[in-house]
């Protein structure tokens, strides 16, 4: 799912993504899992994960490729022999369901996944996601005996780290889910360890913790050179240090990326406020005019309305 725009930030997960068009139907009982008829509308099943299923706080977009692998009709054998193998695909299904709101066929999918092979730690972080995603005081209670399976069964597998993260997190379980960041974000090779670090830097705002969230912001620029989120946060820590050249030039690097006419109501604010102290009212004049045009209904287009948009001002 593609992050949304809004001053309020967000901490993403990771997700496992399917690569081919496969419905509930497609797969019946383990015991019809050999049928060619089944077999044959399977093409390159890969897991991506990335950083889309939002949650509201301070967070993310990752993406974490497995190798693609291609079955054909002639290799049914495969399917009976090996339950890993359906309870992977299974979990990448219930990954499109959902991204589309699915979530009682989501359920569906990873209640067979983990029938088929419960030692799925893919599955075990997938439950934790939707129950999460669900969000009733049960199901959320329920998600962390799944994240911290997920853990156990592979210890290895940063995606359930970030993910388990983005959980403590929601429940303000800050330190812990600094913990868990941390480990995905040092994950060397992880394809999500940028979104993990950005997730971290912004646990670490939340807490008052400004060196580690620089350490994590800059981190996150390392792996990822577009990265949004991290430039975006840096922006308002270096206006609020006063290290104005410093966040212009980020700025200047951030209009490149996301495109003058994509801008979102945070950064414009953030380019109006820079504007300001480079005393060039044409410019403050044209990004006020485009962020009260484009999002008048933003907490940021409430508060030029009201006169509270100051050089150094932070949104809250």
Known sequence: MPPFHSRQTHLY?????????????DIGDDKMAGKSNFLSKVFAVGMIGFSSLTLCLTGCTTTQQVTTQTVTASDPSRWEKNPEEIARIRTAIAAEYIRGGKLDDAKRQLESALKSYPKSAEANDMMGVLLQQEGSPRNMQKAEAYFKNAIALNPDFSQANNNY???LAQLNRNQEAIAQFQIAGSALGYEGRASALENLGRTALKVKNKPLAIQSFIKALDANRQSIVART????????????????????????????????????SQGIRLAKLANNPLETQKLAQQLLD???????????????????????
């Open 13 to 25: 997960h990771s997700q496992p993504a399917i690569l081919c068009q496969l419905h509930d139907n």
């Open 165 to 167: 993260g983005v959980y």
């Open 233 to 268: 946060e840096l922006i308002d820590i270096l206006l609020a240090d006063g290290k104005f050249l410093e966040a212009q030039a980020l700025y200047n690097d951030l209009v490149k990326i996301i495109g003058q006419s994509n801008l979102d109501p945070r950064t414009l």
């Open 294 to 316: 484009r999002y008048p209904l933003s907490d940021e287009a409430k508060q030029i309305r009201s006169g509270l948009l100051t050089p150094t001002s932070t949104w809250k």
